[in-house]
């Protein structure tokens, strides 16, 4: 479709997958073999969603300080980026897309040798009477979290000013931080019992408290049923079958869906979660000339053997690095992921990897669990901070099936230890003989990871067969 000579590359969503394939293709192969346009239908490319919370409550300036590579350094390497060009169909059998420029309407078809469906992922929004009202907010996109942003200075000087987050996954919390920071009254509404689903509950317990000390209100159990406006249509309140709630903003923090809107209508295979799926190279199955990755894929779970929908960052850019290797002639692959994910409220940090227990019982694996309290650095080092650490390992085989922790400043990365652990295969045993680093200011003697490895070795032996 490109010129004589060269092939046309058209990718669809201009953050970290779309830019990071386009950047990549370009290193291997120049304009003159391989032209590349992508189409972004909003404001900004290239930009971390995940520091919006950070912008909106303060700790970051925004949205420049967001932006890892400008839409105009794109072109200066010869990618062709569209802004506000929205793709609106793609006609797989004539291999062309249909976009549309926001601001005049105006629409066209734009052909392609190859293709990258990037399209991200959007918040979830119930079908609930005014949830599209004003002051309700989702947030994915920089631009939704200037919207956010606007909304909050309009309320600048309102006396009481009082915020409900809906949902308590890694947003919701994130979100209740950044709005108790600008003074808000928070209140987090949980359709489960306990914050961070991502958890098993025992450990989503220990956040719920470390919330609740903090002046947020977390009302578990909450199944939201309306948001109720004002005369001039602003949401006023967030409603649920038990009670209402006064809001001047609400922020939906129900997690994210694939945006595969485009792929479905087209035809492309999606799984169990709404996600384009992809074989190992991140083509889509069955389609030779189309690839796709980030936030609207399913990737396999190293650990299950399925496929899950899991929306990060990290594993877009490494989606983007492998599909850009492979559309310019080179070689990638991306093997799966282990599910490993941080989070923190305030001081309390957060953080997963692999399965919880209901998760490890869908797939029908047997096992043990053990949970650990330990500190940061040694106990009689200055600043020594509590932590909590909960292991799942597989009865018989002792293999590390998942890793939970729940504590204050070096807390959360200390997951990677069990993450690297997973991806190989390890068992807790040999976790601990693992020659971890030591010393007083960084942690006990036995890391708070090895002593719960330790203790699952011993469950382990108990369970027997």
Known sequence: ??????????????????????????????????????????????????????????????????????????????????????????????????????????????????????????????????????????????????????????????????AVVVGAGYIGVEMAEALLTRGYEVTVLNRGEEPMSTLDADMGRLVREAMDGLGITTVGGAEVTAFRTDGGGRVRAVATRDAEYPADVVVLGMGVEPETTLAREAGLPLGAYGGLLTDLSMRVRGREEIWAGGDCVEVLDLVSGRERHIPLGTHANKHGQVIGSNVAGGYGTFPGVVGTAVSKVCSLEIARTGLREKDAEAVGLRFVTVTVESTSRAGYYPGAAPMTVKMLAERRTGRLLGCQIVGREGAAKRVDIAAVALTAGMTVEQITALD????PPFSPVWDPVQVAARKAVAAVRRAGA
Not at 85 to 113: L, Q
Not at 436 to 439: D, F, K, S
Request: hydrophobic content about 35%; aromatic content about 4%; charged content about 25%.
């Open 1 to 162: 479709m490109g010129q004589l000579g060269r092939e046309r590359l058209l990718i669809i969503g201009g953050d970290a997958a779309g830019m990071s394939a386009a950047s990549q293709a370009r290193r291997l192969k120049g304009p003159d073999e391989l032209e590349i346009v992508a189409f972004e239908r909003g404001h900004f490319t290239s930009y971390s969603a995940c520091g919006i919370p950070y912008w909106v409550g303060g700790d970051v300036d925004g949205p420049d300080r967001l932006v890892a590579r400008t839409p105009e350094e794109h072109r200066e390497r010869g990618i062709d980026l569209r802004l506000r060009t929205e793709v609106t169909g793609i006609d797989v059998d004539r291999g062309r897309v249909r976009v549309r420029d926001v601001a005049s309407g105006g629409e066209s078809w734009e052909g392609y040798d190859r293709l990258v469906i990037a399209t991200g992922a959007r918040p979830v929004r119930p079908p609930l009477p005014g949830v599209d009202a004003a002051g309700v907010h989702g947030v994915q996109t920089l631009d939704d979290g200037q919207a956010l942003l606007d909304t909050l200075s309009g309320l600048n000087g309102t006396p009481g000013r009082r």
């Open 436 to 439: 971890l680093g030591y010393a």
